[in-house]
């Protein structure tokens, strides 16, 4: 079974820019997540998608951050514009459900802000 | 925040010993899972434990969950060099997941 695919794996950009993740996750996979975690932290929840509805968005900075997940499959997050405190992992993850059931990540997109 | 508390933040055994990692959190959960994280990968599912369960096993693992004092804790016993890695919790509540700051762990040969 393939795992969570996610792309590109390193990226560095300047402040102001824009930037956008990918993320395949398992097939069938009807939850989707994404977390941001900074150096030395633990991931900390960015969104929450059930098929390509929105489950929980609270933490996700709304004025530059914006992610989307088409046809309740793949989904992408963009950064515009980026600022340095945004220099972290961008972790996607998915799980079969939204009932506590294992959450599968994927290997990581890393973000540095010059 | 709702965050969970790993503790203690990083542990240095030697190769053979065992390690405990503990985890705190701060509301009523449906289960508590941990991950174990290899420097600059993505996060593995170790463990799950259900709220109304006590203990759990899974090879060398062994995790505890005490509802009443709102903790978890994680026994690696028989340690290896390849368990070298950071520890996290992530306590499930409402439709969430909350991770911990996490436990890095290094064992040395």
């Known amino acids: 079974e393939a795992g969570v695919a996610q792309s590109p794996r390193y990226k560095i950009i300047e402040k102001r820019q824009s930037v956008a993740f990918w993320c395949n996750p398992i097939?069938?996979?009807?939850?989707l997540y994404w977390y941001q975690q900074i150096l030395g932290q633990g991931p900390k929840l960015l969104i929450q998608f059930q098929n390509n509805g929105v489950v929980d968005d609270s933490q996700l900075p709304k004025d530059r951050f914006s992610a989307e997940r088409l046809k309740g499959v793949d989904s992408t997050l963009k950064i515009q514009p980026a600022k340095l405190e945004d220099s972290a992992v961008y972790l996607c993850a998915s799980s079969p459900g939204s009932s506590g059931n294992t959450i599968y990540f994927g290997e990581g997109s890393w973000l540095t802000v010059v | 925040s709702q965050q969970g508390e790993e503790d203690p933040q990083a542990l240095s055994i030697q190769e053979g010993e065992n390690a405990t990692m503990n985890c705190s959190y701060k509301t009523s959960i449906n289960n508590l899972q941990w991950y174990r994280q290899n420097s600059g990968r993505g996060l593995v599912h170790l463990i799950l434990?259900?709220?109304?369960?006590r203990e759990k096993h899974s090879g060398r693992l062994r995790v505890t969950l005490d509802t009443s004092k709102k903790s978890s804790s994680l026994l690696i016993t028989a340690s290896r060099a390849a368990d070298t890695a950071s520890y996290f919790c992530a306590s499930y509540y409402g439709q969430n997941f909350v991770f911990g700051p996490g436990t890095r762990l290094s064992v040395l040969p």
């Open positions: 097939s069938g996979h009807a939850t």
């Open positions: 434990i259900r709220s109304n369960e």
